[in-house]
């Protein structure tokens, strides 16, 4: 049996030797490994949101249940917390400057397609449904007789809305639900909405020329 006494900026630490506390301490230390990893990782940016804050959560429930001594729990937990609530705040601000491009990006649509009936078209920029959303905002009013489904890529994810106007929606049947669901099987997709406006996501990058296809088709006979 021993006593290590260590001396740290939350005061001292005493960690208590012998076998199950050998065990302990050598935990503590792994899961102190652990955080170090994550760490580094937050802090040279190169990290995919979903995959490093489910392992930031994996880790503070292990900690949470992990036999070993107090003062180094506390630590692991108070630095992965700190953590966590960076990655959201960071992933808030990347989604305002996501949203923004896509809008900008609709926007240009809107000028290139003035005069079109229909619209189906992929943003090239990184997507977002909020984006999307912002965007057709305006092409309501700049375009108020153009129908329109507007997709965007987020890595595999994929996001679209549709719009369809109400002068079309009655006097062609056109309803943008149904224009949706034509499609929204090819990409696993949940769905919502209305005649005149729909919203889903799904997830399957490598279906979009087939459902580009579809989506097409389906809206060029309505309109016939």
């Known amino acids: ?17 012998g076998t199950e506390a050998d065990t302990a301490v050598a935990r503590g230390l ?5 955080a170090d990893k994550l760490s580094a990782e937050f802090s040279s940016g190169k ?18 249940k992990a036999v070993m ?3 180094r729990k506390d630590k692991i937990r108070d630095e992965m917390s700190s953590m966590k609530a960076k990655l959201d705040k960071a992933k808030i601000e990347q989604e305002k400057v996501l949203v923004q491009q896509n809008a900008a990006e609709i926007n240009d ?14 943003l090239k920029t990184k997507g977002t449904s909020k984006g999307i959303s912002e965007g057709l905002k305006t092409m309501r009013k700049k375009l108020p007789e153009t129908a329109a489904v507007i997709f965007a890529a987020n890595g595999d994810d994929v996001f679209f809305h549709c719009l369809v106007p109400k002068k079309i ?12 669901a034509s499609f929204s ?3 696993n997709a949940k769905c919502g909405g209305k005649d005149m406006y729909a919203q889903g996501s799904g997830c399957g990058v490598e279906s979009m020329p087939e459902v580009l296809k579809i989506a097409k088709q389906f809206v060029e006979t309505k309109l016939k």
Not at 30 to 34: F, P, T, V, Y
Not at 112 to 120: E, M, N, P, R
């Open 47 to 64: 990290y995919e949101y979903s995959n490093i804050i489910a392992q930031v959560n994996s880790l503070i429930q292990t900690n949470d």
């Open 69 to 71: 001594p107090a003062w």
């Open 185 to 187: 099987d090819l990409l």
């Open 30 to 34: 792994a899961l102190q490994a652990d």
């Open 1 to 17: 049996f021993h006593v290590t006494i260590s001396y740290g900026s939350s005061g001292i630490n005493a960690e208590y030797g």
């Open 169 to 180: 929606s009655g006097a062609k049947g056109l309803r943008a639900d149904e224009w949706l």
């Open 109 to 122: 649509i809107i000028a290139a397609k003035k005069g079109s009936t229909f619209l189906v078209e992929v």
